[in-house]
Nanobody, 123 residues
Framework: QVQLVESGGGSVQAGGSLRLSCAASGYTYSSNCMAWFRQAPGKEREGVAA????????YYADSVKGRFTVSKDNAKNTLYLQMNSLEPEDTAMYYC????????????????WGPGTQVTVSS
């Protein structure tokens, strides 16, 4: 059974940094795609960043390009999201997700989800 568990969320002031982690288990980590999504209150869930598990392409939402970096450690089965220059608009629940046969940031293609970790950025 696939399990994804996020950690690393918290409260930070604008301009600060956080690093999110997602520990994966029960998943063919080396052959598929993992991604970060976020959802703010009253808004739809949106893709933030995605990465092929074989070390290939990465994808970023325009709103986070140059500020966020997605990476993974295959030995530890862990996905990361380094978030720098955080803005109040980044405040949301952040979710880790995994997909088979697809890599991008379309919510409907991801069948495995973690419970989320809250990120709050104050001005």
């Amino acid at each position: 059974q696939v399990q994804l568990v996020e950690s690393g969320g918290g409260s930070v002031q604008a301009g600060g940094s956080l690093r999110l982690s997602c520990a994966a288990s029960g998943y063919t980590y080396s052959s598929n795609c993992m991604a970060w999504f976020r959802q703010a209150p009253g808004k739809e869930r949106e893709g933030v960043a995605a990465i092929y598990n074989n070390g290939g392409s990465t994808y970023y939402a325009d709103s986070v390009k140059g500020r966020f970096t997605v990476s993974k450690d295959n030995a530890k089965n862990t996905l990361y999201l380094q978030m720098n220059s955080l803005e109040p608009e980044d405040t949301a629940m952040y979710y880790c997700a995994a997909a088979v046969g697809y890599c991008g940031m379309s919510v409907r293609h991801f069948g495995y989800w973690g419970p989320g970790t809250q990120v709050t950025v104050s001005s």
